[in-house]
T-cell receptor
Framework: ETGVTQSPTHLIKTRGQQVTLRCSSQ?????VSWYQQALGQGPQFIFQ???????GRGNFPPRFSGLQFPNYSSELNVNALELDDSALYLC??????????????FGPGTRLLVL | AQSVTQLDSQVPVFEEAPVELRCNYS??????LFWYVQYPNQGLQLLLK??????LVKGINGFEAEFNKSQTSFHLRKPSVHISDTAEYFC????????????FGTGTQLKVEL
């Protein structure tokens, strides 16, 4: 059983640029969630995808968008990068359903620095 | 909406001493509760979870937590810590019914000293 993987591990961009982060879900999981963790803070929910459709969104502007592919891998896209977008971006996979199926398993994260 | 409070931002403790990391939550609906650990420059690893049933749950690495519904708490404990337990610990909740968003606390930095 493979765990959640993310790429790249680190990224440096300049203000105004666009970035794409990638995530591969744990084997068998059909739901992926993305979180932003600013330095010294807890993770904040960006959005979740289930069966290639957005299935819930946190308080993030539309320039944060995502995709989920038929193999359940996922992308997080951020347009018009701002300095405050500098953070660790975490992907988590789970199964859709109740109880233990709601448990989310996290990847190692992508650290984004915007200059 | 849910919220999670971790009052202790840092907890220093000597090796082999017991430790308790506090977590309180607020929610108008039933929730599931989780503790995650984050080692430096890494993602989050699930320590344990409470879904239903026995209020005392055991997790990995010798950690356990007790769910107290009346006090809306889910404190994490370990009877004897090791240097390798030094990490950031996050408490989180998710609605037991509809809803798919994990809400995290701000974390507690556990520093184990010799």
């Amino acid at each position: 059983e493979t765990g959640v993987t993310q790429s790249p591990t680190h990224l440096i961009k300049t203000r105004g640029q666009q970035v794409t982060l990638r995530c591969s879900s744990q084997s068998g999981h059909n739901t992926v969630s993305w979180y932003q963790q600013a330095l010294g803070q807890g993770p904040q929910f960006i959005f979740q995808y289930y069966r290639e459709e957005e299935n819930g969104r946190g308080n993030f502007p539309p320039r944060f968008s995502g995709l989920q592919f038929p193999n359940y891998s996922s992308e997080l896209n951020v347009n018009a990068l701002e300095l405050d977008d500098s953070a660790l971006y975490l992907c988590a996979s789970s199964l859709d359903g109740q109880g233990a199926l709601k448990t989310q398993y996290f990847g190692p994260g992508t650290r984004l620095l915007v200059l | 909406a849910q919220s999670v409070t971790q009052l202790d931002s840092q907890v220093p403790v000597f090796e082999e001493a017991p430790v308790e990391l506090r977590c309180n939550y607020s929610s108008s609906v039933s929730v599931y509760l989780f503790w995650y650990v984050q080692y430096p420059n890494q993602g989050l690893q699930l320590l344990l979870k409470y879904l239903s049933g026995s209020t005392l749950v055991k997790g990995i690495n010798g950690f356990e937590a007790e769910f107290n519904k009346s006090q809306t708490s889910f404190h994490l404990r370990k009877p004897s810590v090791h240097i390798s337990d030094t990490a950031e610990y996050f408490c989180a909740v998710i609605p037991a019914g509809g809803g798919n968003k994990l809400t995290f606390g701000t974390g507690t930095q556990l520093k184990v000293e010799l």
